[in-house]
T-cell receptor
Framework: ETGVTQTPRHLVMGMTNKKSLKCEQHLGHNAMYWYKQSAKKPLELMFVYNFKEQTENNSVPSRFSPECPNSSHLFLHLHTLQPEDSALYLC?????????????FGPGTRLTVT | AQSVTQLDSQVPVFEEAPVELRCNYSSSVSVYLFWYVQYPNQGLQLLLK??????LVKGINGFEAEFNKSQTSFHLRKPSVHISDTAEYFC???????????FGGGTRVLVKP
């Protein structure tokens, strides 16, 4: 595997379910990100991790819980979601937290909340 | 805080014609600027970025962008588009001191034969 991978690619869940999204980067990067891409809103940064430490939480509801066990893996744990949480969730990584480094994106997980 | 405005949500263009996608930003601090492309069912891919130096930046696939500080703009251009350029294009900024990307709303380019 190369680049940034995300699993699953598609997920349908009920509002009472608990599920997790997984992201893995094979680039040796030290910063990882979660973004939300909704149909009618700009891409929104959700969380940032630098060297496994969370450095940004962009006022994300607590029903989204990130986890970064090491610099290569990032999870997004989901519970009691709402239909408006249906979106494409994108993971990205970059060399570190400096502003000039390119962020490499995974293909995303298409989440539908029923 | 930063904000990014992409003035056109959709741009239809004929194959081999030129295209320009407009991007304006606002920020109280120095920023770096990026253009990303998203093909259907894929993640985002970097086209080009401006950090410093020459205001004309060349990227992949024949795209280029010009940074204009006085007009706070970073417009993307391609002199001759191909069908394969059909995609959504995102302008983004980040503070020079950090890695928090703020994206514009995107411009969907549809290249017609």
């Amino acid at each position: 595997e190369t680049g940034v991978t995300q699993t699953p690619r598609h997920l349908v869940m009920g509002m009472t379910n608990k599920k997790s999204l997984k992201c893995e980067q094979h680039l040796g990067h030290n910063a990882m990100y979660w973004y939300k891409q909704s149909a009618k809103k700009p891409l929104e940064l959700m969380f940032v991790y630098n060297f496994k430490e969370q450095t940004e939480n962009n006022s994300v509801p607590s029903r989204f819980s990130p986890e970064c066990p090491n610099s290569s893996h990032l999870f997004l744990h989901l519970h009691t979601l709402q239909p408006e949480d249906s979106a494409l969730y994108l993971c990205a990584s970059s060399q570190d937290g400096a502003g000039g480094y390119e962020q490499y994106f995974g293909p995303g997980t298409r989440l539908t909340v029923t | 805080a930063q904000s990014v405005t992409q003035l056109d949500s959709q741009v239809p263009v004929f194959e081999e014609a030129p295209v320009e996608l407009r991007c304006n930003y606002s920020s109280s601090v120095s920023v770096y600027l990026f253009w990303y492309v998203q093909y259907p069912n894929q993640g985002l891919q970097l086209l080009l970025k401006y950090l410093s130096g020459s205001t004309l930046v060349k990227g992949i696939n024949g795209f280029e962008a010009e940074f204009n500080k006085s007009q706070t703009s970073f417009h993307l251009r391609k002199p001759s588009v191909h069908i394969s350029d059909t995609a959504e294009y995102f302008c983004a900024v980040t503070p020079a001191a950090g890695n928090k990307l703020t994206f514009g709303g995107g411009t969907r380019v549809l290249v017609k034969p």
